[in-house]
């Protein structure tokens, strides 16, 4: 009788054990599944991000150039509205899922808008190429914090 008392209760232990184990695998799969996506998340916003101060770049260089050139600018100014206004979304996105990245975030923004009322061409151009380091420093810093 001891025998069997002694193999129903080991019986018990090893499902006991076993579920216990499994439940434990599961929430650690679990928990890399989410750190993966709020990962590739931060990824996707950082990209939205570089594309979107991309596109404003090109819109105010275009129209800064046609400023300074004395060109029609007025639609090129409502166009430089659109694109600094699809600045916001990443950008707020960013800074939730990677705070950590909002500083370099910040600077890369706020060297794009620096295209604004520059004096002269090669004012306009060293504000461009400081954008694009800006724009690259951020993708750097990204890089090195979501491990990709």
């Given at each position: 009788m001891f025998a069997t008392v002694a193999a129903i209760l080991g019986t018990l232990a090893g499902a006991l054990l076993s579920g216990v184990l499994t439940a434990r695998q599961a929430r650690t799969a679990l928990?890399?599944?989410?750190?993966?996506?709020?990962?590739?998340?931060?990824?996707?916003?950082?990209?939205?991000?570089?594309?979107?101060?991309?596109?404003?770049?090109?819109?105010?260089?275009?129209?800064?150039?046609?400023?300074?050139?004395?060109?029609?600018?007025?639609?090129?100014?409502?166009?430089?509205?659109?694109?600094?206004?699809?600045?916001?979304?990443?950008?707020?996105?960013?800074?939730?899922?990677?705070?950590?990245?909002?500083?370099a975030a910040e600077a890369a923004i706020r060297a794009t808008y620096a295209l604004r009322g520059a004096g002269t061409e090669a004012e306009l151009d060293a504000a461009r190429e400081a954008s694009l380091t800006a724009d690259d420093r951020l993708i750097t810093e990204a890089g090195q914090l979501l491990g990709v």
């Amino acid at each position: 009788m001891f025998a069997t008392v002694a193999a129903i209760l080991g019986t018990l232990a090893g499902a006991l054990l076993s579920g216990v184990l499994t439940a434990r695998q599961a929430r650690t799969a679990l928990r890399d599944s989410e750190a993966a996506a709020r990962r590739q998340a931060a990824v996707d916003a950082v990209a939205d991000l570089a594309a979107a101060v991309a596109a404003h770049r090109s819109a105010m260089w275009h129209r800064e150039n046609k400023r300074l050139t004395g060109e029609d600018w007025t639609e090129d100014r409502r166009h430089s509205h659109t694109t600094r206004a699809a600045i916001s979304a990443p950008a707020v996105r960013l800074a939730v899922l990677a705070p950590t990245l909002r500083p370099a975030a910040e600077a890369a923004i706020r060297a794009t808008y620096a295209l604004r009322g520059a004096g002269t061409e090669a004012e306009l151009d060293a504000a461009r190429e400081a954008s694009l380091t800006a724009d690259d420093r951020l993708i750097t810093e990204a890089g090195q914090l979501l491990g990709v």
